[in-house]
Structure formats: C-alpha cells, structure tokens
C-alpha cells in the first residue's frame, strides 16, 4: 500500500506499473499478486482509506455542540489534518479515484457524497441559526472544499502553519471575506 500510494501519488494510476510498485516495495512483480488480484485493488484500498479518513475527521465535529462557524473551523481543520497526516493518499484520493471500475468508482463517489452531505450539514445549521446567509449556500460548500482540498499542493510539514492555523485563517476568510468593512458595493452588510 505505501508503494503504490506514492507511485500513484508521484506518477499517477495510468502512469505506474505493477512492477514499479513491486520493485519500490523490493518484491518481484509475481510475488505481488500473492497479496493483490489488480493493481485497480490497491486504487481502491487507497481511495476508500482516503474517503474513509474525511468521514471519521468529520464525524466527531458534527456531534460537537458548537456554533456552525466553529464547526466549519474545526471541519476545515479536520480536512486539513487529513491531508496534511497523508499527503500522498490525498492526492491519490483527489485525482486518481476516477480510473476505478465502475462499481468500485460508485462506491467511492457514495461516500465523497456522503462527506458533502456533512458540510451542507454545518451550513444548514448555520443558515438556521442565523449564523449564515441563506444565499450561494452551495456554492458556499464548493468554496470550503475547493480551497480545502487544493491544501496538499503547498502544505509542507516542515512550514510555518499547522493545520489548525491554516484552518483557522481559511475560515475567518471564508466567514469575513477579505473587504475591509464587510460591506458590498451597494452598501449592504
């Protein structure tokens, strides 16, 4: 499993070979097969991990009885932690969980639905509690992931942000904006 996330991680699915992954983990190719029918099933292993971790990290933020805008911080930190803990099965998780057969491809796509289902969950708290405009809400929810899942192509773990405080700034943005008085163009907060 290491060898093949950061093969798929490096090089992508289509772009690495059982061999490779064989020869990272010093086996030989043959001997690979005693642990794994496809090379599709070590995607599959990666990708459900991946999705799995988002839901776990997610999970105990949603029974937190907080206000919404602290579950979005502590979500965004959730998400972010994920990706920062696995940097290589994030990136597979993101990009390659597409190339997988179409049953296997479903289930993946069920629990990313799932995960999203969660976010609008925090939202729909904070539209009810006032916390939130109801307007863009899911545009709202494609923001948060966008910018959270765009994490692991600059987080490093030797930098000079944890995930918290990446979290943290990446919510009073979302939650404030960058404008210097909260107000739009026409004037309204």
């Known amino acids: 499993m290491a060898a093949a996330r950061k093969l798929f991680s490096e090089k992508g699915y289509h772009g690495t070979t059982i061999r490779e992954i064989a020869e990272e983990r010093g086996i030989l190719s043959g001997s690979l097969y005693a642990h794994i029918d496809s090379k599709e099933d070590l995607l599959f292993a990666i990708a459900d991990e991946g999705a799995n971790a988002f839901i776990d990290a997610l999970t105990p933020v949603l029974e937190k009885d907080v206000s919404?805008?602290?579950?979005?911080?502590?979500?965004?930190?959730?998400?972010?932690?994920?990706i920062a803990h696995r940097l290589e099965a994030a990136r597979v998780f993101f990009h390659e969980w597409h190339a997988l057969g179409k049953e296997r491809r479903q289930e993946i796509l069920e629990?990313?639905?799932?995960?999203?289902?969660?976010?609008?969950?925090i939202l729909q708290q904070g539209i009810s509690q006032g916390e939130f405009s109801a307007d863009g809400a899911r545009f709202a929810r494609l923001l948060i992931l966008s910018v959270a899942n765009w994490v692991y192509q600059w987080y490093s773990p030797n930098g000079s942000h944890s995930p918290e405080q990446i979290a943290h700034q990446f919510s009073a943005l979302i939650l404030h904006g960058i404008a210097a008085n909260h107000e739009d163009k026409l004037g309204r907060r």
Do not use: F, P, Q
């Open 68 to 82: 919404a805008a602290e579950k979005l911080r502590l979500g965004l930190a959730a998400h972010i932690g994920v």
């Open 111 to 121: 629990k990313r639905l799932s995960y999203e289902a969660m976010w609008d969950e």
